[in-house]
């Protein structure tokens, strides 16, 4: 369901890449040591772990191979893109569903690739072995479902006949501010595609986050549609 199992593993991948997401899977993650309890000689591992590590503070971070890098790489640029991006997917999603839309588990699932998304950018090629590259790859499969559900939205909009400002009511105004993260983090992503072997990441997600920027803008026309909200279009103002 909803692809759990990918999910999962994707997120451990990205919590094992200092992807700072400070989900719960990557901080129970942490193998405990033997031995160690809690101060009222309790399992250490009935409590909570901590959500800090210390280990960026001198300004670097890791990615899943294990490559030490500055956290003004482009790698993590981008990751950082991607998971903002899924945090302002997660905003839209709770407007939609306080409105009923159907399309809400569609957008739990983007967040869920999103995971993978960020497992597959944080496998630079400089240092990733074939094992890596093989457990974050990335395939076609997610991105033809992206355009079946374009499709099939589209087919019932009216015609796009004037360029449409971000409007429609909270839902699509929210996927409209998630298509615009989207286009902020195609474009760090796009950075990845290099020659340069110290920056390119062995990242096949593109297409991903591509199609994903026109499904946000469908989506957002689709949700002010059901609603009987007005979308706003631009009028060049008079001078």
Request: charged content about 25%.
């Given at each position: 369901?909803?692809?759990?199992?990918?999910?999962?593993?994707?997120?451990?991948?990205?919590?094992?890449?200092?992807?700072?997401?400070?989900?719960?899977?990557?901080?129970?993650?942490?193998?405990?040591?033997?031995?160690?309890?809690?101060?009222?000689?309790?399992?250490?591992?009935?409590?909570?772990?901590?959500?800090?590590?210390?280990?960026?503070?001198?300004?670097?971070?890791?990615?899943?191979?294990?490559?030490?890098?500055?956290?003004?790489?482009?790698?993590?640029?981008?990751?950082?893109?991607?998971?903002?991006?899924?945090?302002?997917?997660?905003?839209?999603?709770?407007?939609?569903?306080?409105?009923?839309?159907?399309?809400?588990?569609?957008?739990?699932?983007?967040?869920?690739?999103?995971?993978?998304?960020?497992?597959?950018?944080?496998?630079?090629?400089?240092?990733?072995?074939?094992?890596?590259?093989?457990?974050?790859?990335?395939?076609?499969?997610?991105?033809?479902?992206?355009e079946q559900w374009i499709d099939s939205y589209s087919e019932q909009l009216p015609p796009l006949r004037a360029f449409i400002l971000p409007s429609g009511g909270k839902s699509s105004a929210a996927l409209h501010f998630s298509r615009a993260v989207c286009r902020r983090a195609e474009r760090c992503c796009a950075l990845l595609d290099t020659n340069a072997p110290?920056?390119?990441?062995?990242?096949?997600?593109?297409?991903?986050?591509?199609?994903?920027?026109?499904?946000?803008?469908?989506?957002?026309?689709?949700?002010?549609?059901?609603?009987?909200?007005?979308?706003?279009?631009?009028?060049?103002?008079?001078?």
């Amino acid at each position: 369901m909803l692809r759990r199992a990918a999910a999962a593993a994707a997120a451990a991948a990205a919590a094992a890449a200092g992807r700072g997401l400070r989900g719960p899977l990557g901080a129970a993650g942490r193998r405990q040591r033997s031995g160690e309890g809690s101060p009222d000689g309790g399992s250490r591992s009935d409590r909570a772990p901590k959500i800090y590590t210390r280990t960026g503070d001198a300004g670097f971070s890791s990615t899943f191979t294990g490559e030490r890098r500055l956290k003004g790489d482009r790698i993590f640029e981008a990751l950082g893109a991607t998971d903002e991006l899924s945090s302002a997917i997660g905003l839209a999603g709770e407007f939609s569903s306080e409105k009923g839309h159907t399309f809400v588990e569609q957008l739990h699932k983007v967040q869920c690739m999103l995971q993978d998304v960020g497992s597959n950018i944080a496998t630079p090629l400089s240092s990733a072995r074939e094992a890596h590259l093989k457990r974050t790859s990335f395939s076609e499969k997610p991105v033809l479902e992206l355009e079946q559900w374009i499709d099939s939205y589209s087919e019932q909009l009216p015609p796009l006949r004037a360029f449409i400002l971000p409007s429609g009511g909270k839902s699509s105004a929210a996927l409209h501010f998630s298509r615009a993260v989207c286009r902020r983090a195609e474009r760090c992503c796009a950075l990845l595609d290099t020659n340069a072997p110290d920056v390119r990441s062995g990242f096949t997600a593109f297409p991903f986050v591509s199609r994903l920027s026109d499904y946000l803008f469908v989506l957002a026309r689709y949700a002010a549609m059901k609603e009987g909200k007005e979308e706003k279009i631009y009028v060049k103002p008079e001078s």
